[in-house]
């Protein structure tokens, strides 16, 4: 009498095994492929995320910034430059001015005076605000540029 399935048979064994073993090694490769894919995405997703972030702060610190511009155009005069800002060591905010107006205005022509020649201009601002964020190394930095003009 003869048994099919016995467990000494050496034979079988070893065949059953080494098949196992192959088995498990392409488990291995495939679950470490996965791991490294989905370990590599969620670095970049991270950074993508980080930097959306940084620029639409940027995109908002602009808008602010060229109102803060006109407050102080409102307060102090047309005759004087914007000063430059910085929010949080991470923001550097400049904003160039440009007056619009028709002849000579604060006594003279200089670099931030145009005079123009219709009525419908007269009294207007051009701002350039240039947002740039530098946060410490960790993400390329962030530039957003924005160019308006603006009634005074």
């Known amino acids: 009498m003869q048994r099919k399935n016995y467990i000494l048979n050496r034979k079988k064994v070893l065949h059953r095994s080494g098949f196992a ?3 498990a090694i392409i488990v291995i490769v495939i679950i470490s492929t996965i791991m490294a894919l989905s370990l ?3 670095t970049q997703t991270a950074k993508r995320t980080t930097d959306i972030y940084l620029y639409e702060q940027a995109v908002l610190y602009s808008k602010s910034a060229a109102e ?3 407050l102080r155009i409102a307060e102090t005069g047309s005759c004087t ?3 430059s800002y910085t929010i949080g060591n991470i923001y550097d905010i400049n904003v160039s001015v440009r007056y619009v ?3 000579l205005v604060c006594g003279g022509d200089n670099d931030y005076f145009t005079t123009i020649q219709t009525d419908e201009q007269n009294g ?3 701002m350039d605000i240039t947002v740039t964020a530098n946060p410490d190394g960790t ?3 962030i530039r957003y540029f924005r160019r308006s003009i603006q009634k005074l």
Do not use: D, F, N, W
Request: proline share 10%.
């Open 101 to 103: 107006y028709r002849g």
């Open 124 to 126: 207007s601002v051009l």
């Open 21 to 23: 073993m192959m088995m």
């Open 81 to 83: 430059t914007i000063p």
């Open 40 to 42: 590599a995405l969620t």
């Open 139 to 141: 993400t390329e930095p």
């Open 68 to 70: 803060l511009a006109l």
